[in-house]
């Protein structure tokens, strides 16, 4: 059974930066397509980037240049670095993963086999 625990989340002003870290165990990380979704207000759900067990990455046309995904595979923990933040980034965010694919385009992971249980982010303007 794999556990992802977030952390990292809080308030920021428009223009800041946050940094969300994803605690995984149960399983090695690096052999599990891992990612992050979103949910904000009254919203849909709405994956945010994917990490592939082969590195391969995908982002939400929303977030490209501005959020970073990355993986510490000796702490087997997944990062997402967020910048230049926008008050419509104001979501819960959650950690996903699933052992079934190597990479998964961004928009599978809110579909993702097992998730964290959220931290939240609030862009003020």
């Known amino acids: 059974q794999v556990q992802l625990v977030e952390s990292g989340g809080g308030s920021v002003q428009a223009g800041g930066s946050v940094r969300l870290s994803c605690a995984a165990s149960g399983y090695t990380a690096s052999r599990l397509c891992m990612g992050w979704f979103r949910q904000g207000p009254e919203k849909e759900r709405e994956g945010v980037a994917s990490?592939?067990?082969?590195?391969?990455?995908s982002y939400a046309d929303s977030v490209k240049g501005r959020f970073t995904i990355s993986r510490d595979n000796a702490k087997n923990t997944l990062f997402l670095q967020m910048n230049s933040l926008k008050p419509e980034d104001t979501a819960s965010y959650y950690c996903?993963?699933?052992?079934?694919?190597?990479?998964?385009?961004?928009?599978?992971?809110?579909?993702?086999?097992?998730r964290g249980q959220g931290t939240q982010v609030t862009v003020s303007s």
């Open positions: 990490l592939g067990v082969d590195g391969t990455t």
């Open positions: 996903a993963a699933s052992p079934r694919f190597v990479s998964a385009p961004v928009g599978n992971v809110p579909d993702f086999d097992y």
